[in-house]
């Protein structure tokens, strides 16, 4: 089992930056792949960033790509996403998921104003 829970979002200006953070609890943390997706009002939700269970392999939507990072702290267990140079596109509730099951955070709010 699994819990997932996200913080670090709010309301930030285009071009600023924010730093979300999973924190899992359970000593499987490292055993995952972990993602990060998004979901707009009114939208689908969207896959946004994903890290190895080892943190050496990453994969961005193209949307995100050159702007945010994500890593992990298996010691930790959380998993980050910077997030640079936001726009307003970037408004999104955002989640943190262990890949391949069912284990996902409550979400975060992030509102980017023009």
């Known amino acids: 089992q699994v819990q997932l829970v996200e913080s670090g979002g709010g309301l930030v200006q285009a071009g600023g930056s924010l730093r979300l953070s999973c924190a899992a609890t359970?000593?499987?943390?490292?055993?995952?792949?972990m993602n990060w997706y998004r979901q707009a009002p009114g939208k689908e939700r969207e896959f946004v960033a994903s890290i190895s269970r080892s943190g050496g392999s990453t994969s961005y939507a193209n949307s995100v790509q050159g702007r945010f990072t994500i890593s992990r702290d298996n010691a930790k267990n959380t998993v980050y996403l910077q997030m640079n140079s936001l726009k307003p596109e970037d408004t999104a509730t955002y989640y943190c998921?262990?890949?391949?099951?069912?284990?996902w955070g409550q979400g975060t709010q992030v509102t980017v104003s023009s």
């Open positions: 359970g000593r499987t943390f490292g055993y995952y792949r």
């Open positions: 998921n262990a890949a391949d099951s069912n284990y």
